[in-house]
């Protein structure tokens, strides 16, 4: 199955190199480029995208925002942000986790990695490298109380789902946590699956984010 590819940033040349290396991968076709976050949104909607490659500082609607407004659109569930992002550790990438994101790349990312991480997002799956992961959780865990969100409840959760729940927001893969614990990988996905379920989760990304607000996991 063909990976449908949406891409918005606000500097053209980026756009064009992006297309032309996302293009040449067989399963990877770009069906539309946007230069504003209020171009991403409605491109979004227009082409039911299954990832959009979104910069953060764009003119007249941010990507912050645009990712909000897409993760949020109830027509749009199966769409998935993965944001483009200069600096890898970031307040900003933060802010676009919580608006719904499913990860981030840095702009110098090596080609081979940008194709890989839009199919793993496109999968589902959270691309959140283990380093920035507990950076950016650090920075959310020592904001003051009142701007966090509610503790999230993980009794509804079996004890082999909070078990894989930990290693997940780690930073580990599905194979790596199956390595782990000795399970298949299948085995593992459908765990992660059940657990963003219970919780109400999108997708990985804020998966991870429940498991250290619960403080099932700490930085």
Sequence with gaps: MTIRVLLADDQK???AGFRVLIDSADD???VGTATTGAEAVALARATRADVVLMDIRMPELDGIEATRLITTDEELTGVR???????EIDENVLRALRAGASGFLSKGV??????????TVARGEALLSPN????LITQFLDQPAPARPAPVALEQLTGREREILTLVAQGLSNDEVA?????SPL???????RAMTKLGARDRAQ???MAYRSGLVRP
Excluded: C, S, W
């Design 207 to 209: 998966l991870v984010m």
């Design 110 to 119: 090596e080609p081979a990695d940008l194709l890989d991480g839009i199919r």
């Design 28 to 30: 990877l076709t770009v």
């Design 81 to 87: 942000v993965l944001v483009l992002t200069t600096f």
């Design 132 to 135: 920035a992961t507990q950076a």
């Design 13 to 15: 040349l980026i756009l």
């Design 187 to 193: 085995t593992v996905k459908t765990h992660v699956n």
């Design 179 to 183: 390595g782990r614990l000795y399970v």
